[in-house]
């Protein structure tokens, strides 16, 4: 290289292909390991993925080591369970996987093509299913192609379906009353903290085979009884309280008894019945929590002062039927009864 007259030769570059001595090398690059289904480097696989098996519907590619003209793409597993390839028809190939597979057709090919090693890739898997009813957007059988949660296949299914409640739209799944089904086994799940309150460890991993059922609150009406605005029926939503469905129903009339409200739970069969009596005064005042209510509850407010809940169960089951039998009759048959049965079933 030419240089400018008077001006400072630079020094000649030194090239290290050695390292210095006493230096030890850099260390070499990690090897990577394929972890796949390998429960020892990942132990948190549920038992179907850590022997992940082939099943009707499933694809695959096969091909034989250096024969490319044997390569076949897209080879589906049939619904019987068995595939065909080249000389080999009809292989079983249902609760196997991937390997024993590629070790069971590269025995009975080596019965027409000498030293032949056969190649297997999966290219879908669709025989392993979860299944999503009831008030979901997307409901039926979805594969599970993929490790997935239980907040992941609600997503998957664009969510919960939603209606028109009390002149509200609302999400129309009773979650209280939703389950997960597992081998025949209702799963501890609690739906209600998992998606109302984003408790994650109600968040499961979904298996195959599992059924999910989100019930309707179209159905779960509670009854309003009584001395209120507008005795009648209401939805049962997820944080519907008593005082909340004597609000929707019109609240108290001027002539309600607010210290003890009465909701029977269960039946109206003795046997089976709970009382449950409610401080509407109290509750009010912050002095005491309001309770959430469940499908087909009786709220009954009374005029008049009592004592004991047997004192005034016999009057709100007399108004439920009562009411139950008016509202029977004005959509069945029409309006045959002129005057109110009790005066405080009458609307303001």
């Known amino acids: 290289v030419p240089t400018i007259p008077g001006a400072p030769v630079p020094p000649e570059p030194v090239l290290d292909l050695l390292p210095d001595e006493g230096v030890p090398p850099p260390p070499a690059p990690p090897v990577m390991k394929q972890v796949f289904n390998d429960p020892k480097a990942n132990p948190k696989l549920a038992p179907w993925q850590e022997r992940l098996t082939l099943g009707p519907g499933d694809i695959v590619n096969l091909q034989v080591f250096g024969r490319k003209e044997y390569t076949r793409g897209s080879v589906p597993i049939g619904p019987d369970g068995t595939l065909s390839y080249l000389q080999v028809v009809g292989f079983k190939a249902a609760g196997l996987t991937i390997d024993e597979l590629r070790v069971g057709l590269t025995k009975e090919l080596r019965k027409y093509i000498q030293n032949s090693q056969v190649i297997v890739t999966p290219a879908a898997y669709r025989s392993k299913k979860y299944y999503l009813l009831g008030t ?3 409901r039926g059988a979805f594969t599970l192609d993929r490790p997935m949660t239980l907040l992941e296949a609600a997503a998957r299914a664009r969510g919960i379906a939603t ?6 739209t ?10 997960i089904v597992r081998n025949g086994k209702k799963l501890d799940v609690n739906f209600t903290k998992l998606f109302y309150e984003g408790d994650t460890t109600q968040n499961i991993p979904l298996q195959p085979g599992d ?4 019930p309707s609150t179209s159905n779960n009406e509670a009854y309003v009884l009584g001395a209120v605005g507008s005795p009648g029926t209401i939805g049962v939503t997820e944080n519907l309280t008593a005082l ?5 129903r019109g609240g108290f ?9 009465i909701v029977v739970r269960g039946s109206t069969d003795q046997a089976k019945r709970e009382i449950i009596v409610v401080d509407a005064a109290a509750i009010l005042a912050g002095r005491q929590t309001d309770i959430f209510l469940q499908a087909r509850d009786l709220v009954f407010v009374s005029e008049k002062p009592w004592q004991q809940a047997s004192d005034i169960l016999d009057v709100a089951l ?7 039998t008016a509202t ?3 959509d069945n048959i029409g309006p045959l009864i002129k005057e109110p049965i009790l005066p405080s079933l009458q609307s303001e």
Not at 318 to 324: H, N
Request: no cysteine.
């Open 136 to 138: 979901i957007i997307d």
């Open 163 to 168: 209606g028109l409640m009390e002149q509200n």
């Open 170 to 179: 609302v999400e129309i799944a009773d979650m209280r009353r939703a389950f």
């Open 211 to 214: 059924y999910i059922y989100f």
């Open 244 to 248: 909340g469905a004597i609000t929707v």
């Open 253 to 261: 009339t001027p002539a309600s008894w607010r210290k003890k409200v």
């Open 318 to 324: 007399r108004a439920f039927v009562q009411t139950g």
């Open 328 to 330: 029977w009759t004005g």
